[in-house]
């Protein structure tokens, strides 16, 4: 049975987690060059494979001992705070990221090119992310895979399709720097919830 509360919640962390990441400026650039709703389906179908092998990945973790898997997923959410503050620092001065996937995308390519296109850079970038980490930690913390996959692919859609639609007028009103805040201000809440929820 879906969770709707375990849905919001990865939704909700995962969402502004990865809002200011590169997944966020991959979807932007490559929509710019190529037409967006193939992109937008290419990058869908690479956050569908890499939310499934997460939420395995976590379920596999969720028989561990219930201490160490609320301990672990309070670290994650704690390292994600801390790697959301450094990036913060430098977010609004990098365009090496920009200028990295326009030069991966195909202004020639059209239909299926388009949605391959899309799909490969976004599955290389996004191995190892910190969206996927969490997710990881939200499957084994709350062992509710089918709740969390809902909640973390639809935020990772909602990013994607936001890139495609305002991205850039997003970007020219909210500082990506803001953004990162934000997320690590998620993060940080997360582990706090995360601890309370141990000591209880």
Do not use: N
């Not at 890139?163 to 582990?191: D, E, F, K, P």
């Amino acid at each position: 049975m879906i969770d709707l509360l375990v849905v919001a919640l990865a939704f909700g962390a995962i969402f502004v987690v990865e809002l200011p990441d590169k997944t966020f400026i991959a979807t932007l650039v490559m929509s710019t060059k190529m037409r967006p709703l193939f992109v937008w389906i290419g990058v869908g179908l690479a956050f569908l494979v890499q939310t499934g092998v997460a939420v395995g990945v976590g379920k596999a973790a969720s028989f561990l001992p219930e201490q160490l898997i609320h301990t672990v997923a309070a670290l994650m959410f704690a390292v994600g705070a801390v790697i959301l503050f450094r990036e913060a620092r430098s977010a609004d001065d990098e365009d090496g990221q920009e200028d990295e996937f326009a030069a991966r995308a195909d202004a020639d390519a059209h239909g299926l090119k388009v949605v391959v296109t899309s799909f490969l850079v976004l599955f290389a970038a996004e191995w190892g992310d910190l969206s996927q980490l969490l997710t990881i930690s939200l499957v084994a913390k709350y062992d509710d895979p089918v709740s969390v996959f809902l909640g973390a692919w639809g935020a990772l859609l909602a990013v994607s399709g936001l890139a495609v639609i305002v991205g850039r007028l997003l970007l020219q009103r909210v500082r990506l720097s803001v953004l990162h805040y934000v997320g690590a201000t998620v993060c940080v809440l997360m582990a706090g919830l995360t601890v309370w929820e141990m000591t209880r």
